[in-house]
C-alpha cells in the first residue's frame, strides 16, 4: 500500500498540482483531497490506472467524488444545495458551521456504524447471562469506555 499508494500520491500526483491536495489513509482505506476539480478527476483516472497496473482495484461502491470543504459549501448553499458527505472510518463527514459561523467539518458515528456496534453489545450480553452480575457490569463498562473513546466527539453529542 504504501508504495503503490502513498509514494505515488507524493512523488508523483502532488509536484505535478495547481492547488493543494492531500491523501488521509488507515488500514486499506483513504480518502484524496484536491483544492480543484479538473485535478481530482485527472488524479482519479490515474489511480485507477495505477491500482489496476498492480493488480488492485478500486472498490466502485465506496469510491466517488464529491464537492467537499469551504468553497465547496459555500457554492452549493448559494444554489439552494447541500454539499456532499462522506463516511471514513465509521463516521461521516458533513460540511457544516461553527458557532461563529466559520466552515468547519462535522462528524457523526454512522448510523450502520452504530446499528452494528448495539447487536454486538446486545449479543455479547446474551453470551455472558451465565456470569454474576459485577462480572458483567465490569465488562460493559470496559467495552463502553472503548466506544466513547472512540466514537465520543463533540458532533455526537444531541444536547
Not at 500526483?13 to 478527476?41: M, S
Not at 466506544?147 to 465520543?152: E, I
Request: proline share 2%; net charge positive.
Amino acid at each position: 500500500m504504501h508504495y503503490v499508494l502513498l509514494w505515488w500520491f507524493k512523488e508523483r500526483i502532488q509536484p505535478t498540482l495547481r492547488g493543494h491536495a492531500a491523501i488521509i489513509v488507515y488500514e486499506d482505506d483513504f480518502v484524496c483531497c484536491f483544492e480543484n476539480k479538473d485535478e481530482a478527476e485527472d488524479s482519479y483516472e490515474r489511480l485507477k490506472h495505477r491500482m489496476k497496473h498492480f493488480g488492485l482495484e478500486l472498490e466502485e461502491s465506496k469510491s466517488r467524488l464529491i464537492e467537499f470543504g469551504r468553497f465547496a459549501d459555500e457554492k452549493c448553499r448559494a444554489n439552494g444545495e447541500k454539499p456532499g458527505t462522506f463516511n471514513f472510518f465509521g463516521f461521516i463527514h458533513d460540511c457544516s458551521k461553527s458557532r461563529n459561523g466559520k466552515f468547519r467539518v462535522k462528524r457523526k458515528t454512522s448510523k450502520k456504524k452504530f446499528a452494528k456496534k448495539c447487536k454486538e453489545v446486545h449479543r455479547w450480553i446474551a453470551q455472558m447471562r451465565i456470569l454474576a452480575r459485577p462480572e458483567i457490569i465490569k465488562k460493559l463498562n470496559q467495552m463502553l469506555v472503548g466506544y466513547y473513546r472512540y466514537y465520543g466527539i463533540t458532533d455526537n453529542y444531541k444536547g
